[in-house]
């Protein structure tokens, strides 16, 4: 069949770390000349979409903050859908509090609907211990993501998992997660592309988080071995719908038999 959207994973598929992956650019560029709509969807709520913008062009991708959907983009997307001005105490980065203020949430610490957490690099225990008592008194339970370690050059370090996961364990309170590999993101996306999910494709690197949101989501799914899952960590698995060495062997296919 002949996609018509796609959903793009970033670290790992259109770069990895501060380089680019082969292949990344022209497939992007492929997309742009078929009209082809596609979103880059991360669960990177730190980062605001101008941000992302700005690292795909310093790799010579181009494209517009319209094209980014973040978890914490889609975790105030959820909240505003759900309670619309609600009252929301905020733990996390830049990008989540742009999302949260565009979508028109008060962020407060008083007569709190939602506790909202995505990762803080300046978390304090006061932080934890203020979220933690406004949701013993009711406060809904939301987490952008579930990601339990996140990359650096110097290793992995903790991840919004960890950090929700320490909130969770004080108060018993379970959160909803947004990000892949939930289905939430991904929904909104295809919602936004106005697609239907037998349109759509789920690209990604990683088996756990970018191939089992888009099966989560029913959606077909293409795992390039470029980043952090290998062919031998899916054996025993459920497949993705492709699994191809890079993008630019995925292009051939899409050139050669129009998929």
Avoid: C
């Avoid at 295809?190 to 756990?208: A, F, H, K």
Wanted: charged content about 20%; hydrophobic content about 40%; overall charge negative.
């Amino acid at each position: 069949m002949q996609y018509k959207g796609y959903l793009i994973d970033l670290d790992g598929t259109m770069y990895r770390g501060n380089s680019p992956i082969e292949g990344a650019k022209e497939f992007i560029q492929l997309l742009q000349q078929r009209e082809i709509p596609h979103m880059f969807i991360t669960n990177n709520a730190s980062n605001t979409p101008k941000a992302a913008v700005e690292k795909l062009s310093s790799f010579g991708i181009q494209t517009t903050e319209s094209h980014v959907l973040t978890s914490a983009i889609a975790a105030a997307n959820h909240v505003k859908n759900e309670h619309p001005g609600a009252n929301v105490y905020m733990i996390g980065g830049e990008g989540l509090q742009e999302a949260v203020e565009e979508s028109g949430l008060t962020i407060t610490s008083q007569s709190v609907d939602y506790v909202m957490v995505g990762l803080d690099r300046q978390l304090t225990y006061d932080k934890l211990a203020q979220a933690s008592l406004l949701l013993q008194e009711g406060a809904n339970f939301i987490s952008t993501n579930i990601d339990a370690a996140v990359p650096t050059d110097v290793g992995f370090v903790p991840g919004n998992g960890a950090l929700t996961k320490a909130i969770t364990f004080s108060t018993g309170v379970e959160p909803i997660f947004i990000g892949k590999p939930k289905r939430i993101m991904l929904d909104q996306a295809m919602d936004q592309m106005e697609l239907d999910r037998n349109d759509v494709i789920m690209v990604g690197d990683n088996y756990d988080t970018d191939i089992m949101a888009g099966m989560n989501a029913n959606i077909d799914t293409l795992m390039v071995l470029t980043g952090v899952s290998t062919e031998s960590d899916v054996q025993g698995r459920k497949q993705p719908t492709y699994i191809e060495d890079n993008l630019f062997t995925w292009m051939d296919r899409i050139t050669s038999s129009n998929v």
